[in-house]
């Protein structure tokens, strides 16, 4: 079952069309994969003669949980009403590019469906990318190249029939919500309070879904869970995945083994993750000898210019270890780059108000270091 697991918790979902080996697999196993995801989880599996998927609704959005391939509102935008369009068409129909963008003009009128500006062909051409990639249309002819480079390039697409298992179901019209939070009110979560059952699924889902799960987000009932429960919940977890779960005070942590696939996992072997380690390393010698004060629930308040400034005495330590890229990289964007990956990962939240770092207990977990030996030699990577 761990496999199947991990294959549902990687991806968004498993197309029969394009890997029907796998589909086959977990639709074997769907019995003692439901019983977990539903009874840890609370999470759903959907299955039909297309496609299988688990609905992965997080107990507490976090950024790093959108759509990396997209960089603006606008792709957003465009999904959704890519979805409104397929909405009406049967699977295998055929359509090009011109209804879609015709449709688009009709329902979102104004500067965002003005096709004469590159910067939003572009941004159609990167969300239809990620459609194709996803499974939704398919590409029949042409090249969409055609259409970044000209208004009136086209393309021909199909329509696959899996966007309507795209976005979840509601029971409730969306259309009066304001405000994101009334999606966590509604049923968005599958919450039956009732029953008992939300406080385990969100701890299993915080557990799952994320790289840490802190004491001072979302309800404090998780971590009560967590105090009565948490041997039983590990002594599970361990046995389904190839991981480790640690429960500190005020944070708790699943641990990716060598064998476990369940989602991207830190550190990665690139370049960007072997930066972080070494300003973890950095960061720990700080709170060590008390230059930086830890609060009570083990994370740190450090000013940003501060913060920002042990990212380039690490960038000017060990530099010219890194890659090429970061090498060469300005020294604004690299702390740029650097302090985004680290918030995505959770390792710190930026107080943009008081100009301020909160470094979170994740970061205390993991650092690196460059061998002793190491005096800064030439690297040609």
């Excluded at 190839?242 to 989602?263: F, K, N, P, T």
């Excluded at 450090?302 to 090498?327: A, H």
Aim: hydrophobic share 35%; charged share 35%; aromatic share 12%.
């Amino acid at each position: 079952m761990m496999k199947e697991l991990e294959v549902l918790l990687n991806k968004r979902w498993i197309l029969k069309s394009r890997d029907k080996e796998t589909y086959y697999k977990i639709r074997d196993a769907l019995g003692e994969l439901r019983k977990f995801t539903t009874e840890k989880m609370g999470c759903q599996i959907i299955d039909n003669s297309l496609l299988i998927k688990m609905e992965k609704i997080p107990v507490i959005p976090e950024s790093f949980m959108g759509i990396q391939k997209f960089s603006s509102k606008e792709e957003y935008a465009y999904l959704c009403i890519l979805l409104m369009f397929l909405e009406d068409r049967d699977a295998q129909e055929q359509f090009i590019l011109s209804q879609l963008t015709e449709y688009i003009t009709a329902n979102l009128p104004g500067e965002i469906s003005d096709w004469t500006l590159y910067t939003n062909r572009r941004k159609l051409i990167r969300v239809l990318r990620f459609a194709v990639d996803q499974g939704i249309v398919d590409v029949t002819d042409g090249k969409d190249e055609a259409f970044m480079d000209d208004e009136a390039g086209e393309v021909l697409y199909e329509n696959t029939g899996a966007s309507r298992y795209f976005m979840k179901n509601f029971s409730k019209d969306i259309m009066e919500y304001t405000k994101p939070e009334d999606f966590q009110e509604s049923d968005w979560f599958e919450v039956d309070e009732d029953r008992g059952f939300a406080r385990r699924h969100r701890v299993y889902k915080r557990l799952i879904f994320a790289p840490g799960m802190y004491k001072e987000d979302g309800s404090p009932e998780d971590f009560e869970y967590l105090k009565y429960y948490g041997r039983r919940l590990s002594e599970e977890l361990e046995q389904i995945f190839d991981c480790q779960v640690h429960i500190h005070r005020g944070s708790a942590y699943l641990l990716s083994g060598d064998d476990c696939r369940m989602g991207t996992v830190f550190p990665g072997n690139n370049s960007i993750s072997d930066i972080l380690l070494l300003c973890f390393g950095e960061i720990r010698k700080k709170i060590e000898n008390e230059e930086w004060k830890t609060a009570a629930d083990e994370s740190c308040l450090t000013d940003r210019i501060e913060f920002e400034n042990l990212i380039k005495e690490v960038k000017q330590e060990y530099g010219s270890g890194f890659s090429k890229n970061y090498r060469e990289m300005p020294e604004g964007e690299f702390v740029k780059s650097v302090i985004n990956e680290m918030e995505v990962w959770m390792f710190i939240r930026k107080d943009e108000a008081d100009h301020q770092i909160r470094i979170c207990p994740l970061t205390g977990k993991i650092q690196g270091s460059y061998p002793e030996d190491y005096t800064g030699g030439r690297n040609d990577e």
